[in-house]
């Protein structure tokens, strides 16, 4: 069985119980693409760094991933490819920067836990 994260927009973001991370769209609801960084699954593995992915959108024509990472209280912004696999970081936004309580509020996701989406 899969936990969905992310069911904000076109696309769902879930993770299976073995901590992997999939996207799922919304309108072929049968199909799960598995997230891939640097040519291994994204999610629970002893080579990699545990990720916290939650949420996933295509915007302005590029397949985004939002990584937040408690330790640096920092969202990861990735850019992937059309299969949904790492391309770059785009950006990183802080959560005291107001772009932070935007991307929380634009897509309906408490990012960061802290019980508050967008400027609330």
């Known amino acids: 069985m899969n936990l969905k994260i992310d ?11 073995f901590g992997n991370f999939f996207v799922q769209e919304k309108l072929n609801s049968s199909k799960l ?5 640097d040519s291994k ?5 002893k080579e990699q ?3 916290n992915l939650v949420l996933v959108e295509f915007i302005n024509g590029v397949n ?3 990584d937040f990472v ?3 209280k920092s969202a990861y912004v990735w850019e992937t490819d059309s299969n949904w696999n790492f391309v770059k970081d785009l950006k990183v936004i802080g959560v005291n920067d107001p772009e932070f309580q935007e991307l929380k509020e634009n897509h309906g996701v408490d990012i ?9």
């Open 112 to 120: 960061n836990n802290d019980g508050i989406i967008g400027f609330n």
């Open 7 to 17: 069911d904000s927009g076109n696309f769902s973001l879930l993770r299976n119980k």
């Open 49 to 51: 760094s545990n990720y």
């Open 70 to 72: 408690y330790r640096f």
């Open 64 to 66: 985004q991933i939002v």
């Open 41 to 45: 699954f994204v999610g629970f593995h």
């Open 33 to 37: 693409i598995p997230i891939i960084r």
